[in-house]
C-alpha cells in the first residue's frame, strides 16, 4: 500500500543521492513518507518506484552487505 499516488509526488520532499553527483549524468532522489519510502530519477519527474518500509529496509541492508565485501 502507498501512502501517495504518483500525482502527488510534488507534496514530497525529494533528497538527491549523495552519489549522483553534480555533473547531470544519472541521479537518484528518494522520498520518504510514513510507511513508505519512494525512489525517482531526478532527470524526469514521472515514474518512481514506491517501497514499504519493510522493503526498503532489506534493501539497505543488502546493498550495505554487498557494498562493503
Same mark, same amino acid.
Given at each position: 500500500?502507498?501512502? $501517495?499516488? @504518483? $500525482?502527488?509526488?510534488? #507534496? /514530497?520532499?525529494?533528497?538527491?543521492? !549523495?552519489?549522483?553527483?553534480? !555533473?547531470?549524468? +544519472?541521479?537518484? +532522489?528518494?522520498?520518504? %513518507? @510514513? #510507511?513508505?519510502?519512494?525512489?525517482?530519477? !531526478?532527470?524526469?519527474?514521472?515514474?518512481?518506484? !514506491?517501497?514499504?518500509? @519493510?522493503?526498503?529496509?532489506?534493501? /539497505?541492508?543488502?546493498? %550495505?552487505?554487498?557494498?562493503?565485501?
Amino acid at each position: 500500500m502507498n501512502d $501517495e499516488r @504518483p $500525482e502527488d509526488q510534488s #507534496r /514530497l520532499t525529494w533528497v538527491k543521492s !549523495s552519489y549522483s553527483g553534480t !555533473s547531470g549524468g +544519472e541521479c537518484v +532522489e528518494v522520498a520518504t %513518507a @510514513p #510507511r513508505t519510502t519512494h525512489v525517482r530519477d !531526478s532527470k524526469t519527474v514521472g515514474p518512481m518506484l !514506491s517501497f514499504e518500509a @519493510p522493503t526498503w529496509s532489506v534493501f /539497505l541492508g543488502e546493498t %550495505a552487505r554487498h557494498a562493503n565485501g
